[in-house]
């Protein structure tokens, strides 16, 4: 594996069917090669926590595109690697949720990875959350804001990766279209 696609999203409300806010950046060959980030229109009303917690509202997402045209500019990003996400089930579950509500073919399954996961299998016994294993390895963060969290969720795979870690063994398989 030499291609990673790091991403993270926010989301407007508990629902988590729909993107506020998408984080992406992209390792190669070990080193951080591209970083992007967009707000997302949701076409969804936003709750209290969600905004409170990320600062994306209804107002900040005026003139966001919408998912079907932000998938048209990352697609060709997302299919350019092995997926990884912090907490990655929740990340995949919105995106396949986006793909499916606006009725979007991509592909039948991705195969990604979890940060959490393999951090857990790497570190017993300690914290994963995102927050906690920034602190441990002096990584910058502004928790809850998708580029911060997924430049952050990057740097904590290239960290487990100069130590060793073989992540072919923590690849996992989401199906898309169910």
């Given amino acids: 594996m030499s291609r990673f696609v790091v991403f993270?999203?926010?989301t407007p409300n508990r629902y988590n069917n729909r993107m506020s806010a998408i984080g992406i950046d992209v390792i190669e060959d070990g080193v951080i090669v591209n970083e992007y980030y967009s707000l997302v229109d949701p076409?969804?009303?936003f709750d209290y926590f969600n905004t409170r917690l990320t600062g994306i509202d209804e107002e900040t997402v005026v003139g966001a595109p919408t998912f079907p045209k932000l998938w048209a500019e990352i697609e060709p990003l997302m299919s350019?690697?092995?997926l990884v996400a912090?907490?990655?089930a929740f990340d995949m579950n919105v995106l396949k949720n986006c793909l499916r509500d606006y009725q979007i073919k991509w592909k039948l399954y991705v195969r990604y990875t979890c940060t959490v996961q393999l951090g857990r299998r790497l570190h017993p016994g300690i914290s994963h959350k995102l927050n906690d294993v920034c602190d441990r390895y002096g990584i910058c963060l502004?928790?809850?804001q998708a580029s911060s969290d997924s430049r952050a969720c990057a740097e904590i795979l290239l960290r487990y990766l100069q130590s060793g870690?073989?992540?072919r063994q923590y690849i996992r398989t989401c199906s898309l279209n169910k």
């Fill in 8 to 10: 993270d999203v926010e």
């Fill in 43 to 45: 076409e969804q009303p």
């Fill in 80 to 82: 350019s690697g092995l």
């Fill in 86 to 88: 912090h907490n990655a």
């Fill in 142 to 144: 502004n928790h809850h």
């Fill in 165 to 167: 870690a073989d992540v």
